[in-house]
């Protein structure tokens, strides 16, 4: 019954939230952050992976 | 170069990052805009809960073969078991602030995250007060796997007991439909896989780093 | 089974012989009590209730702490040598049970004089703490044995018991403020199953993990 009367909700984004532009920076940021966080990972791996090879 | 997995769980996060905040959700009283946090928050405990069953597995595993790596597993696991519940309790913090209207309400389970935190900490504090390795392996494995089955009663059980805030509560399981709309389906199951995946990449590394400086040590 | 009891009987008349241990707990639970009466006169149902458990917690982990951590090194060398692991765990549980549960009712006994009796259906309040001290007589025993196990153990105990055991805690008092309103049994009936169901977890995991937390 609640999924019912859920699935009749209407979708909403971000953007209806009345925000702007800024808020693709906030995006953007949040993935170059998280791109940072891979970059070290991959790092560090590497780095591993050579030590194991000795 | 990357294992599968590893590459998934890096496709997969920064889609449920960016997907997360860009895609549609249902539009609900209280919760708007910050449903979305249900991508960020709830994979998190699905980690904590993989990584201490990964975690509770390597223990059995070193009681039964009596092999100290599989105690450096054990260990790596429940570390980063525990790096995400912190940031669970985190993320669940704020959300719980914008709706809930206060960072710590007195809700079962919150309550419960709280002291299955507390129970690995102690797990932390046993390893510590332990200096020789092959004992410490034995016994901190034991306390694993004692601490195990009463962390899933208290995170699966006792919720259901009382009645909380948050969804599927007074009986009944986890999530219900409000939860799993379609469109946060989208979303959210990727979400919980990815960060999974990276859960257990950055367990990985961490017990490839203990085994070398292990292997090393016994070399001299 | 002989040698449950065989252990058993030891453990009881060790008891027996250093009486200052068992005299040290029950002058404990007398006197905390005290305290609780001095510092808040007048407890409400839901405090009586809660404070009650909270006096047990602790006076548990002391009482059950001493059951490994107590025993001299040259002891516990001839246990090595003598009994089978699971024995000493099970008569060490056994020989807890009944002191949590003495400890217990003594306990009851001495808030009732104190502070009035607020239980209304005195059997079922009874059962519960029959039940919970069961549980607290299990999973303390296992972390006394660890904490033994792992030296430093003073500090150890309550630091390992406290979190481990507030699920059974929390079970319990809840439990017992039901059956401290007089609700209808049926709802206590149902906690005393998740009860018994949590115990049995709980002494199947003692029974199968102290053997190997045990050998050297």
């Known amino acids: 019954m609640t999924h019912f009367i859920i699935n009749q909700i209407q979708s909403s984004t971000l953007a209806d939230a009345g925000s702007t532009d800024k808020f693709h920076v906030v995006i953007a940021v949040i993935a170059m952050l998280f791109l940072g966080i891979v ?6 791996d590497l780095k591993i992976r050579k030590q194991e090879k000795k | 170069m990357l294992k599968w997995w590893k590459i998934s769980g890096i496709i997969l996060v920064l889609y449920a990052l960016v997907g997360g905040l860009l895609l549609p959700v249902p539009q609900l009283p209280i919760l708007m805009q910050s449903i979305r946090n249900l991508y960020y928050h709830v994979p998190m405990w699905f980690g904590m809960q993989t990584l201490l069953i990964a975690s509770a597995i390597y223990a059995a595993k ?12 054990s260990e790596a696991y429940a570390k980063i078991a525990l790096l995400f519940g912190t940031m669970g309790l985190v993320t669940g913090m704020i959300w719980a602030k914008n709706t809930w209207g206060a960072y710590w309400t007195n809700d079962p389970k919150l309550n419960s995250a709280a002291i299955g935190m507390l129970m690995y900490a102690a797990y932390f504090v046993l390893r510590g007060s332990i200096d020789d390795a092959e004992k410490k392996a034995r016994i901190s494995a034991v306390y694993n796997l004692f601490a195990l089955p009463v962390f899933i009663v208290l995170i699966f059980v006792l919720p259901r007991l009382t009645a909380s805030l948050h969804p599927g509560n007074g009986g009944n399981p986890g999530f219900n439909s409000y939860d799993l709309d379609s469109r946060l389906r989208l979303v959210f199951y990727p979400a919980v896989l990815g960060w999974i995946f990276i859960g257990f990449w950055i367990a990985e590394l961490q ?3 203990n085994k070398l400086t292990f292997l090393k040590e016994n070399e001299d | 089974m002989n040698e449950i009891s065989q252990l058993l009987k030891k453990e009881i008349i060790l ?3 250093q009486r200052y241990a068992i005299n040290g707990i029950l002058l404990q639970v007398i006197s905390s009590v005290f305290v609780i009466y001095l510092s808040v006169k007048g407890l409400n149902q839901n405090t009586w209730n809660g404070v009650y458990w909270v006096v047990m917690l602790f006076i548990s982990i002391n009482a059950i702490a001493k059951s490994f951590i107590g025993e001299s090194k040259g002891r516990n060398m001839y246990y090595h040598m003598l009994v089978q692991p699971q024995n000493l765990l099970i008569a060490k549980f056994i020989y807890n049970a009944f002191l949590n549960i003495f400890l217990s009712v003594l306990c009851i006994s001495t808030f009732i004089v104190l502070m009035g009796n607020p239980i209304q259906s005195f059997k079922l309040y009874l059962s519960v703490t029959l039940m919970g001290c069961i549980g607290f007589a299990a999973t303390f025993t296992l972390l006394s044995a660890i904490s033994s196990k792992a030296g430093n153990s003073n500090l150890l105990m309550p630091v390992l018991s406290i979190p481990i055991i507030i699920p059974l805690l929390l079970i319990v008092i809840k439990a017992s403020k039901r059956a401290l309103d ?3 049994d049926s709802f206590i009936m149902k906690d005393l199953g998740i009860l018994l169901v949590f115990n049995i977890l709980i002494v199947a995991l003692a ?4 053997p190997s937390l045990w050998k050297e």
Do not use: V
Not at chain 1, 39 to 44: E, V
Not at chain 2, 62 to 73: A, C, M, P, S
């Open chain 1, 39 to 44: 970059a070290y990972l991959i790092s560090l």
């Open chain 2, 62 to 73: 070193g009681l039964i073969y009596k092999d100290l790596l599989h105690d450096i597993r």
């Open chain 2, 207 to 209: 017990i490839r780093i």
């Open chain 3, 15 to 17: 008891e027996w012989r």
């Open chain 3, 182 to 184: 007089g609700i209808d």
């Open chain 3, 207 to 210: 029974y199968i993990l102290f």
